[in-house]
């Protein structure tokens, strides 16, 4: 090994006995002795043991640690630490503005593991309850996670929308002659993107020509697609063809794997023809029009070719915000700032769900604070007639599936929304266990984010989502589909069995500020996915129908 990788090594440990809380004069021993190798001029590995046993700043314990790495290449309390620090913990030191103090707060206070979900507390304002952590620290923080986040070169829908928009709109302004649409996974509305593509009749010489002149690479090419990728490490694909064929590679581009597999197999259809609209293709087989967003199983073309195709869900549908959190926790603003931006949206009202008093890490509402914010919204309701705000909680699913209120102050609210957000490494049978339990309370009325998940950042605790959705159905409980982009929470493949049990699905922001009320939008567009129509989410109901609801909810405590 060389000084430059013994003193990285020794700058590790360091540094994870730092985040360990281990013993700070030897954590600061490594961290210098890191320091002074990395100064020799000879290389440790070139001088005999007695050598490297005289050097300044390097004692018996250092120097044995350095001839064991020069004769194995391996450090062995390192491994140690390395064996018992999760990778997300490590992943954080790449993080700009957060050393091993700060991150063993976030890991042992906050109870994080992963960038993800260090960005997601970042979002909700978690970071600034905790000291050493104000609102610029936590900014900045914020910053350089979703800057390395973005060199990964996987994002979410919300992140790359408005990337792809702008290059989409440089495309057409270059190349005006020539057709230019979106297509794969983009049109398609996925959560996740790893690339953005377009069906094009540019030539591919030209589009090489365009992109290498503009700082992209080229990643892969073909005699009919090429792709390039630039210092935003976002993929970008084309997929040139002639106007005569454009259509057909437009709608073959834009479908999965498996909706076009069972297409080719079911439908005698002529990829070859020169189609005039995408649509045209539908008209001629006799069958309705499939969105691209809707082009992902085999059901979904029964379902056109027998007309029970139906008009989904749109982002103008939804007539309330339900499930968001003000400064009495951990949001941005206050109750009446929500209710001021909610109108202006033209909303209905508002269902404000503050943290449960187990979120202690986000400012969670203890029994008295309950009755003190009450207070203010009665007051609100009077000062807005025409609106109204209705008093929930998010209130913790506990180990044992019970929720963190007795039933006489779960009582006082108009609705009850039950999460899971701590104790999160489950097997499936704690997992449904707290799951089922917190769905048979009669105090539920809706089961926030069923998997806990963080797309690209944590999976969701193992759950049966057959049975969790059945077990919804029975007991009358709302499945909430978390349109936070990072979370998504129902997975839009479950939602058309929750549909066919009867579940009511309700798209709620999980909104920590008023700006994240958009985010209901991000929910709308994967929904669309699936059979979801607005009378069949609860956030579309209109102020008298939620009141409906309310009521048939209230009969479950009796």
Request: net charge negative; with cysteine; glycine share 6%.
């Amino acid at each position: 090994m060389d000084n430059n990788s013994i003193a990285d090594n020794f700058s590790l440990l360091s540094k994870l006995m730092d985040i360990h809380g281990d013993n700070s004069f030897k954590s600061k021993s490594y961290s210098v002795a890191a320091y002074t190798i990395e100064k020799l001029p000879t290389e440790l590995s070139e001088l005999p043991a007695d050598k490297i046993f005289s050097i300044k700043g390097i004692g018996d314990a250092i120097g044995k640690k350095i001839i064991e790495q020069i004769e194995t290449g391996q450090l062995s309390v390192l491994n140690e630490y390395l064996q018992k620090t999760p990778p997300g913990i490590l992943e954080m030191l790449s993080i700009k503005g957060i050393g091993p103090k700060k991150i063993s707060t976030i890991w042992k206070e906050l109870d994080i593991e992963t960038l993800g979900e260090l960005l997601y507390a970042c979002n909700e304002n978690r970071l600034t309850l905790y000291k050493g952590f104000g609102e610029k620290t936590q900014q900045n923080i914020k910053e350089s996670i979703e800057f390395y986040m973005g060199s990964l070169g996987s994002f979410l829908y919300q992140q790359i929308e408005i990337y792809a928009a702008a290059i989409d709109e440089k495309l057409k302004s270059q190349f005006a002659k020539d057709q230019f649409i979106l297509t794969g996974e983009l049109r398609r509305q996925l959560d996740v993107i790893e690339k953005i593509e377009w069906v094009t009749t540019t030539s591919l010489s030209n589009l090489k020509t365009f992109f290498t002149a503009n700082d992209f690479a080229v990643k892969e090419e073909t005699s009919s697609y090429i792709s390039f990728k630039g210092k935003e490490n976002v993929t970008i694909g084309f997929f040139c063809c002639d106007a005569t064929n454009f259509y057909s590679k437009l709608f073959t581009t834009s479908c999965s794997e498996t909706f076009l597999s069972a297409w080719n197999s079911i439908r005698n259809w002529d990829v070859d023809f020169s189609y005039k609209t995408e649509e045209e293709i539908f008209f001629l087989q006799k069958i309705d029009f499939i969105p691209p967003f809707r082009r992902e199983t085999e059901k979904n073309i029964i379902h056109a070719k027998s007309g029970l195709f139906t008009i989904p869900i749109q982002p103008n549908d939804i007539k309330s915000i339900i499930h968001s959190h003000s400064k009495w926790s951990d949001g941005n603003n206050k109750i009446e700032e929500m209710v001021v931006a909610a109108i202006k949206k033209g909303l209905e009202y508002l269902v404000l769900s503050d943290h449960s008093k187990s979120a202690f890490y986000a400012n969670g509402l203890y029994e008295e604070r309950i009755i003190e914010q009450h207070k203010e919204i009665d007051e609100l309701n009077k000062k807005y007639p025409n609106f109204r705000i209705f008093k929930s909680i998010e209130s913790d699913i506990l180990n044992d599936g019970s929720l963190d209120y007795d039933d006489d102050v779960l009582a006082n609210f108009d609705l009850v929304i039950a999460s899971v957000h701590s104790n999160l490494k489950m097997n499936e049978e704690k997992a449904m266990m707290r799951l089922m339990n917190a769905i048979e309370n009669p105090y539920t009325s809706i089961l926030g984010h069923m998997t806990g998940r963080l797309l690209l950042s944590r999976n969701g605790y193992p759950v049966d989502h057959k049975k969790i959705i059945e077990a919804c159905a029975a007991n009358d409980v709302v499945i909430e589909l978390n349109a936070h982009p990072r979370r998504l929470d129902i997975d839009w493949r479950w939602i058309d069995y929750a549909l066919e049990k009867g579940v009511l699905i309700s798209i709620d922001p999980d909104a920590h500020s008023i700006e994240g009320f958009d985010d209901c939008r991000y929910g709308v567009l994967v929904a669309q996915k699936t059979g979801l129509t607005k009378e069949k989410n609860l956030s579309s109901f209109s102020l008298k129908e939620f009141e409906t609801f309310l009521v048939q909810q209230h009969s479950k405590r009796n």
